[in-house]
């Protein structure tokens, strides 16, 4: 399984960035997509989830600190999962990995990680 990541960048406060993540190797409809984060000096986060198409519905989980501002979708046709995310701000300013894997929310550190796609927001 290879997770590849894209999308990431350097933004204004207050930008939109979009970041998208191709799975290979596997149906990713049946698992769990998801995004990660790991800001300079702090631990990783789990930001958002998606569970699969099937046999779930494709249910939701956002962290508190990105509610309202994040969106994460899937295209199974692509093997895609996406993280639109507006109203950035410094504190979201990290390595988002794409991750895939079980369920959604994962109770446990999903198996499959991307490498990571590096997002700054500028004040």
């Known amino acids: 399984v290879q997770l590849q990541a894209s999308g990431g960048g350097l933004v204004q406060v207050g930008g939109s960035l979009r970041l998208a993540c191709v799975a290979s190797?596997?149906?990713?409809?049946?698992?769990?997509l998801g995004w990660y984060r790991q800001a300079p000096g702090k631990e990783r986060e789990e930001v958002s989830c998606?569970?699969?198409?099937?046999?779930?519905?494709?249910?939701?989980y956002y962290a508190d600190s990105v509610k309202g501002r994040f969106t994460i979708s899937r295209d199974d046709a692509k093997n895609t999962v996406y993280l639109q995310m507006n109203g950035l701000k410094p504190d979201d300013t990290a390595v988002y990995f794409c991750?895939?894997?079980?369920?959604?929310?994962?109770?446990?550190?999903?198996?499959?990680w991307g490498r990571g796609t590096l997002v700054t927001v500028s004040s």
């Open positions: 991750v895939l894997d079980g369920v959604c929310p994962y109770i446990v550190p999903p198996v499959y």
């Open positions: 190797g596997v149906t990713s409809e049946h698992y769990a």
């Open positions: 998606i569970g699969s198409s099937d046999p779930d519905t494709g249910k939701t």
